[in-house]
């Protein structure tokens, strides 16, 4: 089976039931919208479910999604070391919904799923207050404010390879 390394958007909508779609991103990123009939099956745990894919790739095409393209296809690569033959979504879920795709968002109950964007601001906002409130004891734990600041400012330069950072959508 020869597939092309990426599907556009409108490509991947024609062939989607066709496709096993595989979404490489977080449980809490799959949870804010994914593509209809995605199974979440997070980049760090591409290996261990190798049986699975094996399975699914007998059957049929694959279509591997996350954000914005990087991960999945560097799960493409992964996939492809094994003998699974796969393909990305050009853009990732971003470009799909730029082009006017639906997501598939589940039924949420009391609970709420935070993506990893707002994680890391809690996070961060949290270890500030922490070492400016602590800095008050002892001068020394401002230092974990200026280090959580300076780690943040350092992190908006650096351009992001994940899809956890906003970025612009592939060009198509």
Not at 7 to 24: G, I, M, P
Not at 74 to 91: F, P, Q, V, Y
């Amino acid at each position: 089976m020869t597939t092309p390394h990426a599907l556009s958007s409108a490509q991947a909508l024609t062939r989607l039931h066709q496709l096993t779609v595989l979404d490489v991103r977080t449980p809490g990123e799959y949870a804010t919208g994914h593509l209809p009939g995605a199974l979440n099956i997070p980049l760090d745990q591409i290996s261990r479910a190798l049986p699975a894919i094996h399975h699914a790739a007998d059957r049929g095409d694959i279509l591997v999604v996350c954000a914005s393209g990087a991960r999945s296809d560097s799960a493409r690569k992964t996939l492809a070391e094994h003998g699974i033959d796969t393909t990305t979504l050009a853009g990732g879920t971003g470009a799909w919904a730029a082009a006017g795709h639906d997501l598939h968002r589940p039924e949420q109950g009391s609970r709420t799923t935070w993506g990893m964007e707002r994680q890391v601001r809690l996070t961060a906002g949290a270890l500030v207050l922490a070492g400016l409130g602590l800095g008050l004891l002892h001068p020394a734990f401002q230092l974990v404010a200026a280090a959580v600041a300076g780690g943040l400012v350092l992190s908006v330069s650096i351009p992001s390879k994940c899809g956890v950072l906003p970025m612009r959508p592939a060009p198509q």
